[in-house]
């Protein structure tokens, strides 16, 4: 599951850094894996997830989906689709969401219950079984599979728009399914593992320095190196502190988040230099 997950946010990290044109940009950006959290609280607080150990990823599946398609709307307001008002809306969406789950969280007595969601918000794939491995990867696969099909219309669109048309390219119906495809991918590894940050930054992000940004390389070799680096980073998490486990999505964390400050820091030092 380890792997899967890694593959997962690898992939619909390096669509949405493409899309976004910033190399900076994560597969949450547009508020989906907000989504799954709030979802996944509620399944949680309502007790839910107690009478059917799938209620849980259905509950952050859905709420990823409902997320989504609120960005999206908010996104499309007039009439005409915009990727800065899709930005914005997700970061909206994505602070409601949390506002939300956070108030779940504290307003709940059952301590027992408070510990059952924050393990998840963590982010782990210790607890997944192979059934959950039969349920996300069809949704995993076809996504990617998708998202690596139109990778050459993607390449058009880093260009120009107008090019892109030029060249025969639909640019709001590429645009709209790779959108589409990083959320349901990313749905569905949030769906089963939680919060699992900077993967899908650190990753897409490492290969495009490695291979450059011809995203029918890129992708395929964002999904391979995601799932390694969390399959890698997840067996770490279970021996650093034996016989204690970590949470996987710890371990990211405090490996991503010094990576982002260097992207950060680097990027501001080469924009003073023009």
Request: aromatic letters at 6%.
């Amino acid at each position: 599951m380890a792997f899967l997950v890694g593959a997962a946010l690898g992939i619909s990290g390096g669509i949405m850094q493409g899309l976004f044109r910033n190399s900076m940009a994560d597969p949450g950006i547009i508020g989906v894996s907000s989504g799954g959290a709030t979802g996944a609280v509620i399944a949680i607080a309502s007790g839910a997830s107690a009478v059917s150990t799938l209620f849980l990823p259905l509950f952050a599946f859905v709420g990823s989906g409902i997320a989504m398609a609120v960005v999206f709307l908010i996104a499309s307001v007039g009439g005409r689709f915009s990727m800065a008002t899709l930005l914005l809306g997700g970061i909206a969406v994505g602070s409601f969401l949390g506002a939300i789950t956070t108030a779940i969280i504290v307003l709940t007595d059952d301590l027992y219950v408070q510990r059952q969601i924050i393990f998840w918000i963590a982010g782990g794939v210790d607890t997944a079984r192979w059934e959950s491995v039969r349920i996300a990867a069809p949704i995993i696969v076809a996504g990617g599979l998708i998202s690596v099909f139109v990778a050459r219309d993607l390449n058009l669109l880093l260009v120009s728009e107008d090019e892109a048309r030029s060249l025969g390219v639909r640019v709001t119906l590429v645009r709209n399914t790779l959108l589409v495809s990083a959320s349901l991918i990313t749905g569905a590894a949030v769906a089963f593992s939680g919060i699992i940050a900077f993967v899908g930054l650190i990753v897409p992000h490492v290969v495009r320095l490695v291979v450059g940004a011809d995203h029918r390389v890129l992708l395929p070799l964002s999904a391979l190196a995601g799932g390694l680096f969390l399959l890698i980073a997840d067996t770490a998490a279970r021996i650093v502190l034996s016989p204690a486990e970590l949470r996987v999505g710890i371990l990211t964390a405090l490996i991503g988040a010094p990576f982002f400050i260097y992207l950060l820091v680097r990027n501001r030092s080469r924009a003073s230099m023009l």
